[in-house]
């Protein structure tokens, strides 16, 4: 079956340094690639997405970018920010057709001022 | 415009009793998906419902789960005879569920769920 796999947290950073959380994923198919944030206390939303090889998916400041050759997805900040401590996770869908989403056990990031 | 809305935001219950958690999903979504995210877990899928089609029950973890959808909007969890394993947090989500675009979804802030 499908599965995510994300690097184990927490990952812990001083506030400007350069973030990389990776992910990697095997499906079959072409699935659509995702990374969700949740926020202390608050339900997942979406950061980012691609649906299609080599695509960049980007937004605050995030990028990603989906490469079916590792089958990866790994996720990226050049200078993070307090704000952006958090849980992230990755996540599949599409695979084979399926609507039933695939996520990653979250990473949690840590920014310290 | 409105997001996803569960109720209640905390439950307290005691072990062996019944508990509902309520789900609105954005108005004109017809998919509609509860997980379960325990302490320092990822998601768990639980249920999946997409328009008037039979929901994907696949991952509902004992038959003291069930959910249903009315109408084509809101939806009930429900868990009889709770045991203290079941505490955890219960996201609801939606998604258009029409095209490839509704592979993305929208979150509730979810229901925290506490079996004493």
């Known amino acids: 079956g499908d599965s995510v796999t994300q690097m184990e947290g927490p990952v812990t950073l001083s506030e400007e340094a350069f973030l990389t959380i990776n992910c990697t994923y095997t499906a079959t198919g072409y699935p659509s690639l995702f990374w969700y944030v949740q926020y202390p206390g608050e339900g997942l939303q979406l950061l980012l997405k691609?649906?299609?090889?080599?695509d960049k998916g980007s937004n605050k400041g995030f990028e990603a970018t989906y490469r079916k050759e590792t089958t990866s997805f790994h996720l990226e900040k050049g200078s993070v920010q307090v704000s952006d401590s958090a849980v992230y996770f990755c996540a599949l869908s599409g695979s084979g057709g399926s609507y039933i989403p695939t996520f990653g056990r979250g990473t949690s990031l840590i920014v310290h001022p | 415009g409105a997001g996803v809305s569960q109720s209640p935001s905390n439950k307290v219950t005691e072990k062996g009793k019944d508990v509902e958690l309520r789900c609105d999903p954005i108005?004109?979504?017809?998919?509609l998906y509860w997980y379960r995210q325990s302490l320092g877990q990822g998601l768990e899928f639980l249920i999946y419902f997409q328009g008037n089609s039979a929901p994907d029950k696949s991952g509902l973890p004992s038959d003291r789960f069930s959910a249903e959808r009315t109408g084509g909007s809101v939806s009930t969890l429900t868990i009889q005879r709770t045991q203290q394993e079941d505490s955890a947090v219960y996201l609801c989500?939606?998604?258009?569920?029409?095209?490839?675009?509704?592979?993305?979804?929208?979150f509730g802030p979810g229901t925290r769920l506490t079996v004493t």
């Open positions: 691609a649906t299609k090889a080599d």
């Open positions: 108005s004109g979504h017809t998919a």
């Open positions: 989500a939606s998604s258009t569920g029409v095209t490839s675009a509704s592979y993305e979804q929208y």
